[in-house]
């Protein structure tokens, strides 16, 4: 999926640039997002899937005033990117003139981050359920890249890659007492080191409980 939105990213400032007529300006925001998932209750998976959304916002300006229109599911193809911008066309002229308007026209091609994929996925869901040992491991667990792109018909076009692994995870007791972690891109060997420091953690957390009550 990322080489085929990497593509349609591309060429899309070709494509607005031939469905701009007069004064005006065509830009377009992509995202797409490929993320796995994972609900753990006492350490075991109770929830698992996958998501994949696409999102394309376009914005007619006649440097006066500016429309958008935002589309989601799988990206449009030009045929219908025209016909998205014939609506947004039709509306522009009902639109109040915008006095902070102020879109940047000098075209420029940057690309930032990089995509990180969700290769180790399974086997991070099941260092995280096995260091957890007896505790009540409650937490989400998401891994997959994302792609941010903004697109013009003078020839933007700004690609940032993303995504990536992060884990958010409790040890809870009987009495719901809890301690939480947060991890963006762990490593599996600190997994385990991670775990025993919230067990430590937790049962300082009771001590603490029982000496106050």
């Known amino acids: 999926m990322i080489a085929t939105i990497d593509k349609y990213i591309k060429v899309l400032p070709d494509v ?35 998501i994949f959304q696409e999102q394309l916002t376009l914005f007619l300006s006649n440097g006066l005033a500016m429309v958008s229109m935002s589309v989601e599911g799988n990206l449009p193809s030009p045929d219908q990117i025209r016909g998205l911008v014939q609506s947004l066309r039709e509306d522009l002229p009902y639109v109040p003139r915008d006095p902070w308007l102020n879109l940047n026209e000098t075209p420029k091609q940057i690309e930032t981050g990089s995509t990180h994929g969700s290769m180790h996925f399974d086997e991070l869901v099941n ?87």
């Not at 065509?26 to 350490?43: F, I, N």
């Not at 992060?166 to 775990?195: G, Q």
């Open 16 to 50: 607005l640039s031939t469905l701009v007529s007069g004064d005006e300006r065509l830009y377009a925001k992509v995202y797409q997002e490929e993320t796995q998932y994972a609900r753990l209750t006492q350490a075991r998976v109770n929830q698992n899937g996958g």
């Open 127 to 213: 260092t995280l359920c096995e260091s957890a040992g007896k505790q009540d491991l409650v937490g989400l667990v998401l891994s997959g890249p994302q792609v941010f792109a903004v697109c013009s018909s003078l020839g933007h076009c700004l690609i940032h890659r993303g995504g990536g692994s992060s884990i958010d995870v409790s040890f809870f007791d009987a009495d719901y007492n809890a301690v939480k972690r947060v991890r963006r891109d762990p490593e599996l060997a600190d997994i385990l080191p991670l775990m025993n420091g919230m067990s430590q953690d937790l049962k300082a957390l009771r001590l603490f409980v029982g000496l106050s009550g």
